[in-house]
């Protein structure tokens, strides 16, 4: 790409993805809930959109063309509760051994479940799996185009042939889906851009609803309108702004179609589990998404349990009523399509600066039984982990004289052992509590603030030149005790507490576009089960640091101290604001998998887990795998049977590596870049 066309492309981007170039705004309020009206569309039984619950689904990882295999797992899946179960059809063949599945699933009386047939590059299969399938998926950046990375400027009319292009291939598969009543996904991946829509709109959100609005058009001028979307992402922030892009385009264009959220790639575990939340439940959030699968590298059955606890809290929430400050367009970015950290304050708090564009800080809740001892341990231990985090602040509650009493001796002995440490006194309590609290604090936040003594209690903090911490129950009121603290030219970071983090997101939004810079601390309620915790936290803390909001985050669990410290940096690292360990991009794997991707992640996770920064995809196979992988520093690749491919960035630099060699290729290409540190 020529470096004018370069800059035309990004201005272009820029100007349509402003607030003022779309003359609709994805949801009418971003300060309130309200599930966006879809039309329903009918896969097989299943409706999608609409009132219809947000369905739940996953993919089989089996070879499409073993039935037996892919028939038991698609079983699994369904016990789990998984209501759409797709299956990977990258040829003709793949696509008519779905029909021998399906005739499986019917005879073991599964026969309403609906089958999706999930395609890349090959119109044919879809052709033939839109005779067994409910509904077919098809990537608007692989269905005709082969991908060539050619840089190439389109003339208009160049551009136009090669819709007229796409159209002749796609309008024989619009007639079938129509004459056979069956739905089409129209599912764009960030990674497998064409090469037409990545020269005309870079590799940005806006070409990932262009390239699906392309096929769209199509299809509706064909009269077929039975579309559900998908923009998925391995980045949580492209995958949310895409999301809400393509919504508002669509309120412009008069669309009303359902949306099937996901985050590709998002990995295993806890760190699976969090990207995950973050994207899709912080769209949900919004009141965007009518299904949801959740790509984990681990077996898809389980990944429902996951779907369903993150669409419980939409079950039966009630709209809220739009805000009257929603009119005011107060919030502190341009548009929610692109990211911008909120401007804050920044200020010193003890031996730490938080605020401005200082790293989001990490505020520890120590539990009350813990002593000093425990407490440096398990913080240190975790530093180590983390590979030398930077110094945080440790919250105390002080509720009593007793409460008081062991803080002051936690941070006498706290203060000869450590300075990567600063203390935040929590006071639940009367006005003396909170003055003797400030005496040794480097901030306090007095929860239950009088309003004749609040005076008194600021006047203090002043004279001793000690931060304040606001905290209410709603933006409202926090932002008058905010207002009341800056006006005393005292340091402020201003926080929200309420038991249900589903409905505090907004709330936080609210303060945010309030307008005052103070830095602002997001507090994530307690959760009664782990799971429950790591999704909402990561939802709610994830959720709001991806729209810029949020200088410091704190996770008020039932955990020890060490694991809701590794939560908390597993959420910020999932939120692409503090990296602390190895980042691991690794696909779901499915039918066209050439290798075991579980142990194999599980494996290389074990040898490159320490190298602090460092990203590494592991991908399945070479049909999606490199476009997939993102912004990986390396990628490790199915390649053929027995042989994988290493890539550096986007660059395939050696191939064909025996599997048995190839995890020791990978650390020796590590080393080779000047990545490996020694374990
Ligand atoms: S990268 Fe290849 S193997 Fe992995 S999920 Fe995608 S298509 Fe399947």
Request: with cysteine; proline share 4%; hydrophobic share 40%.
């Amino acid at each position: 790409m020529t470096r004018r066309r370069e800059w035309y492309n990004r201005f272009r981007m820029l100007e349509t993805m402003t607030a003022p170039g779309l003359r609709k705004r994805y949801v009418p309020d971003v300060f309130s809930y309200r599930r966006r009206k879809t039309r329903v569309v009918m896969v097989g039984k299943v409706g999608v959109g609409g009132d219809n619950p947000v369905r739940l689904q996953s993919m089989t990882t089996t070879d499409t063309l073993d039935p037996e295999a892919t028939f038991r797992q698609s079983v699994r899946m369904i016990e789990a509760g998984c209501e759409l179960v797709r299956i990977t059809a990258p040829t003709v063949e793949d696509a008519r051994a779905i029909g021998k599945i399906k005739e499986m699933l019917v005879k073991a009386g599964h026969g309403d479940v609906p089958l999706v047939a999930d395609i890349h590059f090959n119109p044919a299969a879809a052709a033939e799996a839109a005779e067994f399938c409910e509904k077919v998926r098809i990537n608007p950046g692989n269905f005709v185009d082969t991908k060539r990375f050619a840089v190439k400027e389109y003339t208009d009319a160049a551009y136009a042939a090669e819709i007229e292009r796409i159209e002749e291939r796609f309008a024989p598969l619009v007639a079938k889906l129509k004459r056979l009543k069956r739905a089409c996904r129209i599912g764009t991946n960030h990674g497998s851009l064409s090469d037409r829509i990545m020269n005309r709109y870079g590799d940005s959100a806006l070409g990932m609803v262009e390239s699906a609005l392309e096929f769209a058009r199509i299809a509706e001028k064909h009269d077929y309108r039975e579309l559900i979307f998908s923009m998925k992402a391995s980045n949580p922030k492209v995958m949310i702004a895409a999301y809400r892009l393509l919504v508002a385009r669509m309120n412009e264009l008069g669309m009303d179609y359902p949306l099937h959220l996901g985050v590709t790639e998002a990995g295993d575990g806890e760190d699976g589990r969090i990207k995950s939340a973050i994207g899709i439940g912080s769209l949900l959030e919004d009141g965007l998404g009518d299904t949801i699968r959740v790509s984990l590298t681990e077996d898809p059955e389980f990944e429902i349990p996951v779907c369903r606890e993150l669409v419980k809290p939409f079950a039966d929430r009630a709209p809220q009523e739009a805000r009257p400050e929603a009119h005011k367009e107060k919030f502190h970015c341009a548009d929610f399509y692109s990211y911008a950290r909120r401007k804050s304050d920044h200020f010193d708090v003890g031996p730490i600066m938080v605020g401005g564009h200082q790293l989001v800080r990490a505020f520890l809740r120590a539990p009350a039984p813990m002593t000093a001892g425990e407490l440096l341990t398990a913080y240190e231990a975790q530093l180590k982990k983390a590979q030398g985090a930077d110094p945080e602040i440790v919250e105390f509650d002080v509720k009593d004289e007793r409460s008081l009493a062991r803080f002051k001796s936690i941070r006498e002995e706290l203060r000869s052992a450590t300075s990567r440490l600063a203390f935040l006194a929590r006071v639940e309590g009367p006005i003396s509590l909170a003055l003797k609290a400030a005496e040794i604090a480097h901030v306090v936040c007095w929860a239950t603030p009088i309003e004749g003594d609040y005076a008194a209690y600021l006047k203090t903090l002043k004279e001793k030149n000690i931060a304040n911490l606001v905290e209410a129950e709603n933006a409202e009121t926090a932002k008058k005790l905010e207002a009341a603290s800056r006006y005393k030219n005292i340091h402020t970071i201003v926080s929200l507490r309420g038991d249900d983090a589903s409905k505090v997101l907004q709330e936080y939004r609210l303060l945010a576009a309030y307008g005052a810079s103070s830095p602002i601390l997001i507090r994530s309620p307690r959760e009664k089960t782990t799971d429950e915790q790591i999704l909402r936290s990561a939802t709610l803390i994830g959720g709001l640091l991806c729209d810029g909001v949020g200088d410091a985050v704190l996770i008020d669990a039932e955990l020890p101290f060490a694991r809701n410290v590794e939560l908390l940096y597993n959420v910020l690292q999932g939120a692409g604001v503090r990296i602390t360990k190895t980042e691991f991009v690794s696909c779901p794997s499915c039918g066209r998998t050439l290798f075991d991707l579980q142990t194999t992640t599980e494996r290389i996770k074990k040898r490159t887990g320490h190298l602090k920064g460092v990203k590494i995809a592991i991908m399945g196979c070479i049909v999606n795998g490199p476009g997939e992988m993102a912004d990986a520093d390396f990628g490790y690749v199915g390649g053929a049977p027995d042989a994988i491919n290493l890539y550096v960035g986007k660059d395939c630099v050696q191939k064909g590596i025996p599997f048995a060699k190839a995890d020791d290729a990978l650390v020796e290409l590590i080393k080779k870049h000047g990545k490996w540190v020694d374990p």
